[in-house]
């Protein structure tokens, strides 16, 4: 009954005419899963694959090579920058000029074996924070005539996996390898708290509603939902698989959750309802929303850069690189995306519509 109360598409004859025509005669890879736990194949609406703002492909523009694996990447909103993470270091690319890429710029961090694990722009684009495999994050200041460091937060935990900025950019939280949230004051550098309830290490953050709660995924299968006014945990969602990603849609209550097992899910975050999506051959190393929620992007283990419907996952383009994608981003107007591969190189595409 409630997946029909919530999704007033799947109503009447819609349903059976729909059922049999699943894109390029694919089996059912999406799955509606309700409070109860039956799974049914979703039948997708008939604007699925072609409402405003969903895009029709994506056309590979730059190939970055950065020379080591690239764990972490992101890319600004203004001034067509790339940054990308390998060992070491983080290398800057501007990809707003067209022709052969070679860095603009290099920020060491970390020792030269430690991996960086995540980098993020502060929302004006002057500042990044980059994370990894030591127990100091650093802040760069980008606005300088060269990069340079700004600041240094040091935690007790070996490493950093993972990385949120909030939206009005005072605070910063760090998923630590000990199952640790550490909240840093930016403005201060100081630790003001840390959430603990992980097991094991915490490896991937979103912010949702506004600033005010975030979403953790941890190796202990577990997804957990904090109050950051309150200080509390306030949800706990268990699998039976470790999370690698997971990724709040912007204005919907969905999560999206990439699991260890090779499955997307998506959970609603006020009801027991989700839907389960099977195109992922391995891992789902990372996951994003694009800002305008209407679609998002997982890549995986297996080579695979797909691109997915909000919430219901009909499969909107694929696209296979050469080697396991570790790490995406999205640009804020929603253009462009970036990968970072195991191929040792990040991939640039374009959006198109």
């Not at 059912?28 to 997708?44: K, L, T």
């Not at 990968?339 to 959006?351: C, I, L, P, Q």
Request: aromatic letters at 8%; one cysteine or more; charged letters at 20%.
């Amino acid at each position: 009954q409630m997946a029909f109360e919530s999704h007033p598409h799947l109503r009447g004859s819609s349903v059976s005419s729909s059922l049999p025509s699943i894109p390029g005669g694919k089996p059912a890879y999406s799955f509606h899963v309700s409070a109860d736990g039956q799974m049914q194949p979703v039948p997708f609406p008939s604007d699925a694959l072609v409402g405003a703002g969903i895009p029709r492909h994506a056309r590979q523009l730059h190939t970055l090579a950065h020379g080591e694996v690239v764990c972490a990447v992101t890319i600004s909103g203004s001034t067509q920058h790339v940054y990308t993470g390998g060992k070491g270091c983080v290398k800057v690319w501007d990809v707003g000029q067209p022709g052969a890429k070679t860095p603009v710029a290099q920020l060491d961090c970390l020792n030269r074996d430690n991996y960086i694990r995540s980098c993020k722009l502060l929302p004006d684009g002057r500042s990044l924070i980059v994370g990894g495999e030591a127990s100091t994050l650093s802040i760069w200041d980008l606005a300088a005539p060269t990069p340079r460091i700004k600041a240094e937060l040091t935690s007790s935990a070996p490493a950093c996996y993972a990385l949120a900025v909030s939206p009005d950019a005072k605070v910063c939280f760090s998923c630590c390898s000990d199952g640790n949230i550490v909240v840093w004051d930016l403005q201060n550098q100081t630790m003001v708290r840390q959430f603990q309830g992980h097991t094991d290490g915490a490896s991937c953050i979103d912010i949702s509603d506004y600033g005010t709660r975030l979403w953790t995924g941890g190796l202990d299968n577990t997804v957990r939902c904090w109050d950051l006014r309150e200080g509390r945990q306030l949800q706990q969602h268990d699998f039976s698989s470790q999370i690698f990603s997971l990724g709040h849609c912007p204005n919907q209550d969905w999560l999206a959750v990439g699991m260890e097992s090779s499955n997307v899910e998506i959970l609603h975050v006020r009801k027991p309802e989700k839907y389960q999506l099977h195109l992922h051959e391995s891992c789902v190393l990372s996951l994003k929303f694009a800002s305008c929620g209407r679609w998002f992007v997982s890549t995986g283990k297996d080579n695979l850069l797909n691109a997915w419907r909000t919430p219901y996952g009909a499969s909107i383009f694929q696209s296979k690189e050469s080697s396991s994608v570790l790490s995406c981003d999205i640009s804020r107007n929603n253009k462009y995306i970036v990968t970072g591969s195991g191929d040792k190189k990040a991939t640039v595409y374009e959006v198109v519509y």
